[in-house]
């Protein structure tokens, strides 16, 4: 556990390295090489593992030491290549910090980031596929689960990072599989927020759209029927 003062060292010499490398090229520094060598010895532990979720676990033990790190060059980066930072952003998506991920995927897709060489997906993809995969996963978790307007409120933070990673990675090109699975999320979380069913049906249709695949035809059906029952009762009522 590092002290504050430690912390606070770590973020002032990473923001400035940030600040003075070249947009574009790879990131140098003290910082960046301390925690890049902390981020391969973690790699190679990781890697003695077999579990997911045991994996998982260890990810969460691992990631606040980055954090001072991270925090620096969000702060004062000017773009540089920065694979320390891509891959905290994905491992904060490992462990369901979306809103964590999301505050690197910003500085990343503004600044054309390329993830590390291990991984065959380009970022905005990347971004676009995990945040969906484990909004899904957090939805199905909350759903039928505690009182409704608990799984409304889970709903509903949701649906606000959601709209950020398809603000964010909307001008990308991507497969269409994989965006789709961002508007499958969109339309399940606004679903489950309630009072969205218009938004929900909007994202669930541009899910079918782009992969007739994607298994959302039933919940289309099913909303519209609610969609039409929802009319029929406000006719009624005037």
Do not use: C
């Amino acid at each position: 556990m590092h002290s504050p003062a430690r912390k606070h060292y770590q973020r002032v010499t990473a923001a400035k390295a940030a600040g003075d490398a070249a947009p574009g090229q790879s990131q140098t520094g003290e910082q960046y090489e301390l925690h890049a060598a902390a981020l391969w010895e973690a790699r190679q532990a990781l890697k003695g593992i077999k579990s997911v979720e045991a994996k998982i676990a260890r990810k969460r033990e691992l990631l606040p030491q980055f954090a001072p790190y991270v925090d620096g060059v969000l702060s004062a980066g000017t773009g540089a290549q920065d694979d320390v930072l891509v891959t905290v952003m994905l491992w904060r998506l490992d462990v369901g910090d979306i809103a964590g991920a999301l505050a690197i995927a910003e500085y990343a897709i503004k600044h054309g980031l390329d993830t590390p060489d291990r991984f065959e997906r380009d970022t905005a993809s990347l971004v676009a596929e995990q945040v969906a995969e484990e909004a899904l996963k957090q939805l199905q978790t909350t759903r039928g689960e505690g009182d409704d307007s608990d799984n409304s409120e889970a709903a509903a933070h949701l649906v606000m990072h959601l709209v950020t990673a398809e603000a964010l990675t909307r001008d990308a090109d991507m497969h269409d599989q994989v965006r789709a699975k961002l508007h499958k999320a969109l339309g399940y979380a606004y679903r489950d927020k309630g009072n969205s069913i218009d938004e929900a049906l909007k994202h669930l249709r541009r899910a079918l759209e782009l992969n007739d695949k994607v298994g959302v035809k039933k919940d289309i059906e099913q909303l519209e029927r609610q969609a039409k029952q929802q009319n029929a009762g406000g006719q009624a009522n005037t």
